[in-house]
């Protein structure tokens, strides 16, 4: 076509020659830490040196200067995996902020979140609050051998604290190397009908009505509410064109971009600025004193930043923190300055009292009056039990609550399908409640490893038919094998599909209950404290 026109192909070439090959997937970008000289060259060395010798160095003065071998054992495997995974930068990073933030800052944090509990390494540099090994949690299920991305390390602090350790942040690292992720706000289906509407100006009473018709339905699009919908197709029918022509809009808009805001926890720093790695613009966010802030905010969202190279810390204000650390303060000047609220007893007389007569109100977690009647019936006598009810308490697993009432207190022996199962399953009742529990049974009664475990654990929770149609076989195989009867394979199997895609992350469950504990521990034992602190924070 442009035969007779030289200079445009020589032109076309010349920006070719121009154009860069750009890739945004990056490895993870970790920020750098202060590591003392000794531990070697490297920076990949010095990191998983000094991330060793700490945990190590911590875990004596947890356990003492003779460490268990449970402990000694569980470290190196846990260490074994982090170096592999080169995420030695990633804990030391963290384990710098969190201690900055309890020891400088003044900044409450919390026992920990998700099934970053499941990691001793975790509890060791205070990263965490709850022993893993006391609890049976795995670290596996934070950190599996096949997981290609790092871990997801999700922290509390108190609200303002928050706030505090991004000013640090930002003055440790700078501010160009720091910024909140963007979140894209998207129509509903109902949001772009009345966008719709309102531009199109169709001031008509059907058009009130669908409004409040669409508010009110739960389908995923204008088509399948017109499919499913009589009184849409009848309102089409009677104004015609024009509504045939607003949900033909309103398809197209749904689920689009309508304005933009700032993930409420998700927060990225760099060892460079961040606008080597992603586009940057501004964001307006209030803090918590109510005051506007302008803020650098990554153009990427979601798994976009991390497949740049960013990671993105969930770092999250929880109001419970705060109203515990200010309770506390509270107890210090009236009672004792030397009160630690992580040094109370687990078994506490009071406190247990308290939750058995359901009078759990303002308490995190247990303040609900279904929840308050559960207690009343449980009569829960231990720490685990109320991790059972906090697991057991939301649509699903609530079904089996009434067992798991009846088995706690049935005099007769709780029966198992496999007798081995009873190690595991004796402290919920014979009863299936934890993801963790569902990854050990399959090494103890099929030998799976436990990258199988975890595959077993995704695959039911996510009813994987395809995956758990070749890991059944496998379980059955390696449970004959152990000397099992194939008849309570079956049944065990059976056991786990069902409980499987209800099953509840103990990690999580028992930092958060803990919490709650702790909480109720402070209603129960300082009723004056803890009710002015609360009446406080529910005037505001």
């Known amino acids: 076509l442009f035969s007779d026109i030289l200079e445009a192909i020589a032109n076309t070439m010349d920006i070719y020659d121009k154009v860069e090959f750009y890739d945004i997937r990056h490895a993870p970008i970790v920020p750098g830490i202060y590591i003392p000289n000794g531990f070697g060259n490297e920076r990949r060395e010095k990191e998983d040196n000094y991330l060793e010798y700490l945990s190590f160095f911590k875990a004596k003065q947890i356990y003492g200067e003779s460490l268990p071998e449970d402990v000694t054992e569980r470290l190196e ?9 080169g995420a030695s930068g990633y804990f030391l990073f963290l384990q710098d902020v969190i201690n900055t933030a309890q020891s400088e800052l003044g900044v409450w944090a919390g026992p920990g979140r ?34 290609v991305t790092l871990p997801d390390i999700d922290i509390d602090f108190n609200d303002e604290g928050r706030e505090r350790v991004l000013e640090w942040l930002q003055q440790k690292y700078g501010k160009e190397c720091c910024a909140h992720v963007v ?15 309102r531009v199109s100006q169709m001031h008509i009473p059907e058009t009130l009505a669908i409004n409040e018709l669409l508010s009110g339905c739960s389908w995923r699009s204008i088509k399948n509410y017109v499919k499913y919908e009589p009184e849409l197709r009848k309102a089409i029918r009677k104004v015609g064109i024009p509504l045939r022509n607003a949900f033909t809009n309103t398809a197209i808009l749904e689920r689009k971009i309508c304005g933009l805001g700032v993930h409420a926890c998700g927060f990225v720093v760099a060892d460079k600025p961040v606008s080597d790695w992603a586009p940057i613009s501004t964001c307006s966010i209030e803090d918590s004193r109510g005051n506007e802030q302008i803020v650098n905010c990554t153009q990427y969202e979601g798994w976009h930043v991390e497949s740049s190279g960013l990671i993105r810390f969930d770092f999250l204000g929880l109001k419970t923190l705060s109203q515990m650390r200010d309770i506390c303060a509270s107890v210090k000047v009236h009672y004792d300055k030397d009160f630690d609220i992580e040094k109370i007893p687990i078994d506490d007389e009071k406190t247990m009292e308290l939750f058995q007569t359901g009078q759990t109100d303002d308490v995190f977690l247990f303040s609900l009056k279904g929840m308050q009647k559960y207690l009343q019936k449980l009569h829960p006598t231990c720490f685990e039990d109320l991790v059972i009810l906090n697991c057991m308490y939301r649509p699903g697993p609530m079904d089996y609550i009434a067992t798991f009432i ?58 994987k038919m395809d995956v758990l149609s070749v890991l059944k076989p496998r379980f059955i195989e390696g449970g004959i094998k152990n000397g099992h ?40 034992n300082y009723q004056e404290e803890f009710k002015q602190v609360i009446e406080k924070y529910n005037s505001d």
């Open 485 to 524: 009867k194939k008849n309570a394979l079956e049944k065990v199997w059976n056991e786990m599909e069902a409980k499987g895609m209800y099953a509840f992350q103990k990690s999580h469950a028992v930092c958060y209950t803990w919490l709650a504990y702790q909480i109720a521990y402070l209603k129960a």
């Open 406 to 463: 009846r088995q706690k207190h049935s005099k007769k022996a709780v029966k198992y399908m496999i007798p081995c199962m009873e190690k595991y399953l004796h402290n919920t009742y014979g009863i299936i409640v934890y993801q963790e529990q569902i990854m050990i049974l399959s090494r103890l009664i099929a030998n799976f490893d436990r990258g199988e475990s975890d595959l077993l654990r995704k695959a039911l929770g996510k009813r």
């Open 183 to 197: 979140s894209f706000r998207t129509f509903s289906t109902a949001n772009a009908f009345s966008t719709v509407a």
């Open 77 to 85: 495997f846990e260490l074994k995996i982090i170096k592999q995974k």
């Open 114 to 147: 998700g099934s970053t509990a499941g990691s001793l390494v975790c509890y060791c540099l205070g990263i965490t609050k709850i022993d893993p090994l006391k609890h049976n949690l795995l670290f596996e299920r934070f950190l599996s051998i096949d997981r």
